[in-house]
């Protein structure tokens, strides 16, 4: 049996403890961080998640924006929005939801965004300040797991990490911070991907397993080794007809099988997603400090 | 027996095709590309690399610029030397010489240089682009590994690589090029480094190996695997009495036993060294081309 590496009580530790920063701040007479969200079309899965991230500041009291575009808008038009925001003084920090519609190139969007302003940190230049091992705004998810690891204790130095997936949002920085100097960090990552051969040959061999696929129930208990911590980073929703909702989230780990291995394993929901939106208001109460002073 | 990967060879041919684009641009009246190289005190193996820089530009045609500072010089002139060569219209591209005097902020000089002038790759917002798969400036080392993959024809894709090293200009950039996508790319790829637990154990599998170490023949027999591709990134200075200079450059790699095993291996010299200054030109001939256009 495994212990559960808890991203949903992990997370409202961090928002507890920035909501107080926002109490003291207040106290000392200063206004509180913002942070503004665009979002463009109406895709479900998107206005969720932008939802959640509105809500997550309104419950620690950092103000924000919801900034909502037609699914048609040009790309000129939301570039000319971005400019707005990014010399917007009473804003700290942005994000624009992917993915966009297909009229729109991501990467010249995010390319406008100011760097001080990318709290997603998915401009190239705070990319690079992260890889480099850089003081900068770190992508929400592999930060948020990076914070998991930390709060947990786990001491992953010298050990050896399998990322599966290689997205610029996850598995990338994933494999980057895993093996950086620092606490956590100094493991021997091992980065793997869609044209991976003998996948399972290389997850038995691991210490920690990170999974950034999107498929639901992948990594079964054969690929694991004893042990081993387990990182579920998939949520592909699957239909549910039993469900409210109409669909369930589902993770890319077998989890029923996996946890009878995993020394630590991250449950879906409840595990790596809840961590994310903590780290977006951590990045963005980073922003506001850089900010002020 | 192995083939050996001449990158001598390879980057005279590549210093011969600039060389051609060189002669072309002269025949439309246009001005040659310039590269400048910044110099901050008489370390000799600087010394050495900024000279061959230097000596490779006016072999094929290229102009450039050497400037020498004195070691006691302050970061602050050497920031205002770095902005005046931002400004000059009539250079491409420029290096500051690593490594500088221990009085002098290395990143602070790094991010002072304009990206577009950054033929060496090492500006975070180049850093970035290059892990985000964007075209840029590619640090010149990995980007002559890749160049050589490429020019032998050598598939790595679905390969299992194995960095050895997890340095800002070898291997952390390697790493991530082996495994982008793209064609040479897509390999699964271990990075190693100085915490990684039985490292034989990981290069013993690895179908490439490459070793960024700087540890003379390290890489012995007994730790790689037959067939594999063995990339020698080491170049130490060996104190030989018997040799003119006064030493010998000895690689990472114990050539005399691995070259047995190797299907592909690189020799030192003759090998990565070679290559890293016919990249530097390529990526000085980009600049002028986005200069150009």
């Known amino acids: 049996m495994s212990i559960i590496l808890d991203g949903k009580a992990t997370s409202n530790q961090i928002k507890e403890e920035l909501a107080e920063q926002v109490l003291a701040l207040k106290a000392q007479g200063k206004r ?27 419950k620690i009291g950092f103000e924000s924006t919801l900034i909502q ?34 009229h729109i190139d991501e990467e010249v969007v995010i ?26 705004f770190i992508p929400a998810t592999p930060f948020g797991i990076m914070e998991l690891l930390k709060r947990y204790k786990l001491d992953i130095s ?3 990490a399998v990322v599966i997936g290689r997205s610029h ?3 990338r920085p994933m494999s980057i911070l895993l093996s950086n100097k620092g606490n956590p960090g100094n493991a021997t ?19 920690i397993v990170v999974s950034a696929l999107g498929v639901p129930n992948f990594l079964t208990a054969d690929m694991v080794k004893d042990g081993a911590i387990i990182i579920d980073v998939g949520i592909t929703r ?48 980073l922003a506001y400090t850089r900010n002020a002073s």
Do not use: W
């Open 32 to 58: 509180p961080p913002h942070l503004a969200a665009v979002l463009v079309g109406n895709d479900g899965a998107s206005l969720t998640y932008v939802g959640s991230k509105v809500r997550s500041c309104q």
């Open 69 to 102: 575009l037609e699914d048609n808008i040009t790309q000129a038009e939301l570039l000319a929005t971005i400019e707005k925001l990014n010399n917007d003084t009473s804003l700290d920090g942005f994000i624009v939801q992917l993915p966009l519609p297909k």
């Open 111 to 136: 390319d406008a965004i100011h760097p001080d302003k990318d709290v997603d940190g998915f401009h190239p230049t705070n990319f690079g300040k992260m890889a480099l091992g850089m003081k900068t």
């Open 158 to 160: 010298g050990k050896h």
């Open 169 to 171: 949002i996850v598995g």
């Open 189 to 207: 990552v091992t980065l793997t991907h869609s044209r991976t051969q003998n996948l399972a040959d290389i997850t038995k061999e691991a210490d």
């Open 238 to 285: 699957v239909t549910d007809a039993n469900h409210p909702k109409g669909y369930v989230i589902v993770g890319d780990v077998h989890y029923d099988q996996v946890k009878e291995k995993a020394s630590y394993i991250t449950p879906v929901p409840g595990g790596v997603g809840p961590m994310t939106i903590a780290m977006l208001l951590q990045n963005t109460m």
